[in-house]
């Protein structure tokens, strides 16, 4: 499956789920997103990406960027420096607000 000219991809993912996990939060955030990928062929399930129109490229990427869930998806459970449990998937501790990667780099 070939994605049409026009759209852009603004993620990729090993997992189904977390593309479409993306697609959903960026459709609910106002941009309409295509997950391409998610089929198994001779050679195993490709990666998974998520495309947008291509005028609507930056708007997802600041949704990547702004919104935790959208750029972590993919992250385990994890314990917070505080030591909290977090659930997969997020990447905020909801006890803290810690971020999961803060003691690797910062933007
Ligand atoms: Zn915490």
């Given at each position: 499956?070939?994605?049409?000219?026009?759209?852009?991809?603004?993620?990729?993912?090993?997992?189904?789920?977390?593309?479409?996990?993306?697609?959903?939060?960026?459709?609910?955030?106002?941009?309409?997103?295509?997950?391409?990928?998610?089929?198994?062929?001779?050679?195993?399930l490709e990666?998974?990406?998520?495309?947008?129109?291509?005028?609507?490229?930056?708007?997802?990427?600041?949704?990547?960027?702004?919104?935790?869930?959208?750029?972590?998806?993919?992250?385990?459970?994890?314990?917070?420096?505080?030591?909290?449990?977090?659930?997969a998937g997020?990447?905020?501790?909801?006890?803290?607000?810690?971020?999961?990667?803060?003691?690797?780099?910062?933007?």
């Open positions: 499956m070939r994605a049409p000219d026009q759209l852009a991809q603004v993620a990729g993912f090993s997992s189904s789920i977390s593309a479409h996990s993306l697609r959903i939060l960026l459709e609910a955030n106002g941009v309409r997103a295509v997950v391409v990928g998610d089929v198994m062929n001779e050679t195993g990666l998974v990406s998520v495309y947008v129109h291509a005028s609507q490229v930056e708007t997802a990427m600041v949704i990547i960027r702004e919104i935790p869930a959208a750029s972590e998806v993919l992250i385990p459970a994890w314990r917070c420096l505080c030591g909290a449990d977090v659930d997020f990447h905020c501790c909801w006890s803290c607000g810690r971020e999961a990667e803060e003691t690797s780099s910062e933007e």
